[in-house]
């Protein structure tokens, strides 16, 4: 068993404070920390828009698959999986991009015969 004389113990404990070695922010650092973070979420995200394939009666597998691999690099099997998705729950993220180039995506994607729409993040 570990002996730790009574002085030092308290000199120890005295200089982690009540807490012992966790102390937690006041409200309103917490407050201000929080804010923060959302501001600088919001500067990272604010300009990214979700680019969405919907299901279509009349949109081939193939064709969802060519567009994904001509308009954002995918792999083959990355775009089987993609369409798959697509049809087993009615629709699938596609792309993140800036807006200008989500939109330009969509209809990039709609003269391929491939329903989209652009969602803000």
């Known amino acids: 068993m570990l002996m730790i004389e009574p002085d030092r113990y308290r000199s120890l404990q ?51 698959e060519r567009a994904c691999i001509a308009l954002f690099g995918y792999t083959r099997p990355e775009a089987e999986a993609l369409s798959m998705r697509v049809h087993t729950t009615g629709e699938a993220l596609a792309a993140v991009l800036p807006e200008h180039e989500a939109r330009q995506a969509v209809r990039s994607l709609r003269q391929r015969n491939v329903l989209a729409r652009v969602e803000k993040v």
Do not use: H, N, W
């Open 14 to 64: 005295a200089a982690r404070g009540p807490l012992g070695s966790l102390s937690l922010p006041d409200v309103g650092t917490r407050q201000e920390l929080e804010d923060d973070l959302a501001d600088k979420l919001r500067s990272l995200f604010d300009q990214d828009f979700a680019v969405i394939i919907m299901d279509s009666d009349y949109t081939t597998f193939d064709e969802v």
